[in-house]
């Protein structure tokens, strides 16, 4: 039984050793090394492989993405019809739930402006409202959301979340469809997007949406405008539309781990704008003994005759 792991950007042998501990008696290859029959490969375990190679897998059986988003994976016009499994991993949850976390309370406790006064030695308090009277909007309450919200709620922030289905999340309010979203945004104090990247979400965030954003000053008393935050993807974003809405005061901030391209090229004006915090999609970085765990079982629960679980929805795209 033959497994394929083709991972970009990470070092595929300590993958390879880390498949033959788990599962043994299997025949662990590695792309671009690999040797023997494709046909043979039941398995594909896989962060942004190329097209050519899903063509040749002819004998596949099952997807493995090595991250929660599938984009990577569905963009690819030769994609096997094979059901293709996510991560759904609570290493992965609880770093991405850090991450925002980390990025509502940076402009909450207005980390910038302290920042800025220490290097000044400038010994200078400002008024700080509770996390009771902030209003965090999320968009996308699956995995990641959902935690996120629940963490954020228990510091005592006003949560809401958006999804495509209504949910019931104890404290955090629900909306969906198109008429919740602008319910949703319009009680929106700081937005965070964790929405996968589809069709319906590629370019949702512009100037537009960002414009009908909560502006009644409930946030702080001296700064009227909302926050953006994104780990969700790049692509949901108009990189463009962010600055201008920095820029004329639409946005207040933002904290941005994703982009339309990616690494970030360096004249892009967000690297530098005063306004924004960057990291480089880093929000939750997989760890790769966590996910090898993870896959590992699925494939043995696979091969005993269980159903698999965390599939894909081909038609929805996430
Ligand atoms: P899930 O599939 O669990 O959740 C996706 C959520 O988005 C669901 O609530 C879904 O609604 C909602 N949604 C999807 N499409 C729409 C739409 N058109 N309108 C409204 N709601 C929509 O995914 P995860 O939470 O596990 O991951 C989310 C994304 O986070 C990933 O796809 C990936 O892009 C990104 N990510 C980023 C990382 C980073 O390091 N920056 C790391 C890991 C993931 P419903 O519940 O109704 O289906
Ligand atoms: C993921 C990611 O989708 O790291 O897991 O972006």
């Given amino acids: 039984m033959a497994l394929l792991i083709a ?17 043994p008696g299997h025949d662990v290859r590695s792309h671009p090394e690999t040797t023997g029959n494709p046909a043979d490969i039941r398995y594909l375990l896989a962060w942004k492989p190329d097209g050519e190679l899903l063509r040749s897998l002819t004998g ?10 599938v984009d990577h994976l569905l963009k690819h016009p030769d994609l096997p019809d094979v059901p293709i499994v996510r991560i759904v991993d609570p290493d992965l949850t609880m770093r991405m739930s850090e991450w925002v976390v980390l990025q509502v309370l940076l402009h909450h406790r207005k980390h910038r402006l302290y920042h800025a006064q220490q290097q000044q030695r400038l010994w200078k308090g400002h008024d700080q409202p509770a996390a009771s009277a902030v209003r965090v909007g999320i968009l996308g309450l699956g995995v990641l959301g959902a935690d996120a919200a629940t963490a954020l709620a228990r510091l005592g922030f006003q949560v ?11 404290g955090i309010q629900s909306y969906s469809g198109t008429q919740g979203l602008e319910e949703m945004l319009q009680r929106t104090d700081i937005l965070v997007n964790l929405l996968p990247l589809t069709g319906e979400t590629t370019g ?17 008393p001296n700064c009227d405008a909302p926050v ?12 463009t539309d962010i600055v201008r809405a920095l820029d004329d ?5 933002c904290s941005l781990d994703v982009f339309e391209h990616e690494p970030l090229p360096a004249p892009a004006p967000l690297w530098t704008h005063p306004k924004a915090y960057v990291t480089p999609h880093i929000a939750a970085d997989s760890d ?31």
Avoid at 7 to 23: H, I, K, Y
Avoid at 249 to 253: D, E, F, M, N, R
């Fill in 288 to 318: 790769p003994e966590s996910l090898s765990r993870y896959v590992a079982a699925r494939i043995r629960a696979h091969e005993a005759g269980e159903g698999l679980i965390n599939v894909v929805d081909r038609t929805a795209g996430y």
């Fill in 204 to 220: 949702l965030i512009d100037y537009k949406l960002l414009s009908r954003l909560s502006t009644d000053g409930r946030r702080h």
């Fill in 228 to 239: 953006l935050i994104n780990a969700g993807r790049g692509g949901s974003q108009v990189e």
């Fill in 60 to 69: 596949l059986e099952v997807i493995f993405s090595l991250g929660a988003g």
């Fill in 249 to 253: 005061g639409t946005l207040a901030a």
């Fill in 7 to 23: 991972v970009s950007g990470w070092d595929s042998e300590s993958w390879t050793s880390r498949f033959e501990a788990l599962l």
């Fill in 160 to 170: 809401a979340g958006w999804s495509r289905s209504p949910k019931a999340i104890p």
